[in-house]
């Protein structure tokens, strides 16, 4: 157990439709990083919250947002869903933000738009 | 864009025998971490390379960075059934960036 817990575990909406998914980092963690895992691929990251200020930005579409919160939860909303936003998506957490430190991940939220 | 090329994507391996997987940086890293990912899991940290041509050992496994700080690779000797799943590297750049490689995934034949 990596101490980080995502939630839900499994989404399944439609296309058009708005989620949001939730992280708590591990105790003590100040960032938050979220990823994407499609099928069989690898880890697309999108977007870096550290003590709840924007840190980096990756391929993270218009259509997504995320904001970290004063007890430092996480949350990623995705909105006008389409079929190939089914993906897994996983946050993670660290410490700090130094470039060292290593990513505790959470279990992921598995989501299907149909 | 910076990338971070992880070759072979996939290995299929009879158990006992290695594997090894194989980053590469179009520029210079200055550190690289190694993650492992079980079927239907999540990425799980395994190590971090810092030093300019380190070599770790972690039991069966052997992590090495070159010494251009480039590339780095994983050597898994005599693989075990545990041993299945994808392994990522990820490396930071000059931007303290993470760039992560693609994986491999490792098959153990039946």
């Known amino acids: 157990d990596s101490g980080v817990t995502q939630t839900p575990k499994h989404l399944i909406t439609a296309t058009g439709q708005r989620v949001t998914l939730r992280c708590s980092p591990r105790?003590?963690?100040?960032?938050v990083y979220w990823y994407q895992q499609s099928l069989d691929q690898g880890l697309q990251f999108l977007i870096q919250?550290?003590?709840?200020?924007?840190?980096a930005k990756g391929n993270i579409l218009e259509r997504f947002s995320a904001q970290q919160f004063p007890d430092l939860h996480s949350e990623l909303n995705l909105s006008s869903l389409e079929l190939g936003d089914s993906a897994l998506y996983f946050c993670?957490?660290?410490?700090?933000?130094?470039?060292?430190?290593?990513?505790?991940f959470g279990s992921g939220t598995q989501l299907s738009v149909l | 864009g910076q990338q971070v090329m992880q070759i072979p994507q996939y290995q299929h391996v009879q158990e006992g025998e290695d594997f090894t997987t194989y980053c590469n940086s179009s520029?210079?890293?200055?550190?690289i971490q190694w993650y492992k990912q079980r079927p239907g899991g999540h990425p799980v940290f395994l190590i971090q390379?810092?030093?300019s041509g380190e070599v770790k050992k972690q039991k069966r496994l052997t992590f090495q960075f070159g010494e251009a700080k480039k590339n780095s690779s994983l050597h898994i000797t005599a693989t075990q059934t545990t041993d299945v799943g994808t392994y990522f590297c990820a490396g930071f750049d000059s931007n303290y960036q993470l760039i992560w490689g693609a994986g491999t995934k490792l098959i153990i034949k039946p």
């Open positions: 105790s003590g963690d100040l960032s």
């Open positions: 993670a957490s660290s410490p700090g933000s130094a470039a060292w430190e290593k990513l505790f």
């Open positions: 390379l810092v030093k």
């Open positions: 520029t210079t890293l200055s550190n």
């Open positions: 919250y550290y003590n709840g200020e924007e840190r």
